[in-house]
């Protein structure tokens, strides 16, 4: 049996070591019951209890969070929980990036699985990005914050995000209200986002401004989209001609990040996605790239990557 001894890592911030703990110690509670070993933080270290290798691999994590704080990175339970299964996986290389997403004033955003880093390396890198995966993966919300960021450093113009309207079948001139009224229930994790990483009162004075857009699939039809970093989320509801449309009305120093789950269009049985038939056809193209997540790359409650995964599973059973 091994024999069960203490390590102690010392910090030289002490107030970095109280962010690392969480409130309540929350985050340190979930290393604990991850590795079974028992942590104490007096001051500017923390005390690891157990056998050496749970304290070995507690002690990578620890340090990890300690380096993102000085980054001045996020470090909420979610991110703990991201690490502890990055570490699972022998990929605890998760929590090391340089890689950030800035906003004048705000906190950057910054990417939480190595998939997600690549995916912003490739927006900074490509003209067009395509981000293909399951839900919760972050494709969505990186995006956004990608082309707000533009927008906020003045690097383009106009921020445009799209959908295919699918669930109303694009005949939105049935329901009631003005356009922004008609779409807002199809756009509200775009908005979401947006409000998320720019404010609520910044969004609605560019959108005043028109400098922020946000329109079903369908209005993107006979324009040219300039000096704009376009979003076409939930890519794998639109059509062959849809995306056709959409990617042709790329103008003069624009961007395009196409988002969406191949696996999940709710496009008629006999009606090709889209976004599967570009992915086919686009892929060896210079200066476009495309990203695939995996359930891995999941950011959003533990379970979601569990249920994503016995999905996968199922779909492969004969």
């Known amino acids: 049996m091994a024999k069960k001894t203490a390590d102690i890592l010392e910090f030289a911030d002490a107030d970095l070591v109280k962010d690392l703990c969480g409130p309540g110690h929350a985050n340190l509670a979930l290393i604990e019951q991850a590795f079974d070993v028992y942590l104490e933080a007096p001051g500017a270290s923390v005390v690891i209890n157990g056998d050496s290798a749970a304290r070995a691999r507690a002690a990578e994590i620890i340090k990890e969070i300690y380096a993102r704080l000085q980054k001045g990175w996020p470090c909420a339970p979610a991110d703990i929980e991201t690490l502890i299964r990055a570490s699972g996986e022998g990929k605890i290389e998760a929590a090391k990036f340089n890689t950030i997403i800035p906003f004048p004033r705000r906190k950057p955003i910054v990417p939480k699985t190595p998939r997600q880093e690549k995916f912003i390396k490739s927006m900074a890198k490509n003209t067009i990005i395509f981000g293909v995966g399951p839900a919760?993966?972050?494709?969505?919300?990186?995006?956004?914050?990608?082309?707000?960021?533009?927008?906020?450093?003045?690097?383009?113009?106009?921020?445009?995000?799209?959908?295919p309207a699918v669930e109303a079948g694009e005949n939105l001139g049935f329901l009631p209200g003005d356009l922004k009224e008609k779409v807002d229930p199809y756009m509200?994790?775009?908005?979401?986002?947006?409000?998320?990483?720019?404010?609520?009162?910044?969004?609605?004075?560019?959108?005043?401004?028109?400098?922020?857009?946000?329109?079903?699939?369908?209005?993107?039809?006979?324009?040219?989209?300039s000096d704009a970093f376009v979003l076409i989320d939930e890519a794998q509801n639109a059509t062959v001609p849809q995306m056709k449309m959409s990617l042709t009305r790329l103008g003069e120093r624009a961007k395009y990040a196409v988002t969406g789950d191949p696996t999940q269009s709710d496009l008629p049985r006999h009606v090709p996605s889209g976004l599967a038939h570009a992915l086919s056809i686009l892929k060896d193209i210079k200066d476009i790239d495309a990203i695939t997540f995996e359930a891995s790359d999941v950011v959003r409650h533990p379970l979601v990557g569990k249920i994503v995964n016995a999905y996968e599973k199922d779909a492969k059973l004969p």
């Open 136 to 163: 919760g993966t972050g494709k969505t919300f990186l995006a956004t914050a990608y082309g707000a960021s533009l927008l906020a450093s003045g690097n383009v113009k106009r921020f445009i995000a799209c959908r």
């Open 188 to 225: 509200q994790p775009i908005w979401d986002a947006l409000n998320q990483v720019l404010g609520h009162s910044e969004v609605e004075r560019r959108m005043e401004n028109g400098e922020i857009e946000v329109a079903p699939l369908a209005f993107m039809r006979g324009r040219t989209l």
